[in-house]
């Protein structure tokens, strides 16, 4: 210790030095800067992202196709009709998907692009539609 009292005897007893132009740092934020180095940014969210599940398309035979036909035609004719839909959303980032509901009445169809629109401004594509629930639409 008296080793260093000697190097140092210029400079020991001076004023500790106050910078004009930034303010004095408070502990927390002088210790922020020594916190760990957080190398795998994004990791919990690629974790989480791994293990979320999802449903897988079914495909649908022939009549049941032929079911929904006749459905979706019955509902065009009679817009006062409401029905309820359940339709396959693609995931964007995994393979499959989930099934989603909405409910409305067909307001309208679009041959070339293969889709229906609800009252409520709702575009379901005539391929992901699984199912069409109603009690007024006949079997």
């Not at 001076?14 to 210790?31: D, F, G, I, Q, T």
């Not at 629109?117 to 575009?123: E, H, Q, S």
Request: proline content about 2%; glycine content about 6%.
């Amino acid at each position: 210790m008296e080793d260093a009292r000697k190097k140092y005897a210029d400079i020991i007893e001076h004023e500790h030095h106050v910078s004009a132009k930034h303010p004095r740092m408070s502990r927390l934020n002088r210790a922020a800067q020594f916190a760990p180095f957080a190398a795998l940014t994004g990791y919990d969210d690629l974790i989480v992202e791994t293990a979320r599940e999802t449903q897988t398309r079914v495909k649908l035979d022939e009549s049941e196709k032929g079911e929904l036909n006749k459905k979706l035609v019955y509902l065009l004719e009679h817009s006062e009709v409401a029905a309820r839909f359940k339709y396959f959303v693609q995931d964007r980032w995994k393979s499959g998907g989930e099934y989603l509901s909405a409910r409305g009445r067909v307001v309208g169809y679009s041959e070339l692009g293969r889709c229906i629109y609800l009252d409520d401004g709702t575009t379901l594509f005539i391929d992901d539609i699984a199912g069409i629930d109603t009690d007024d639409v006949p079997e």
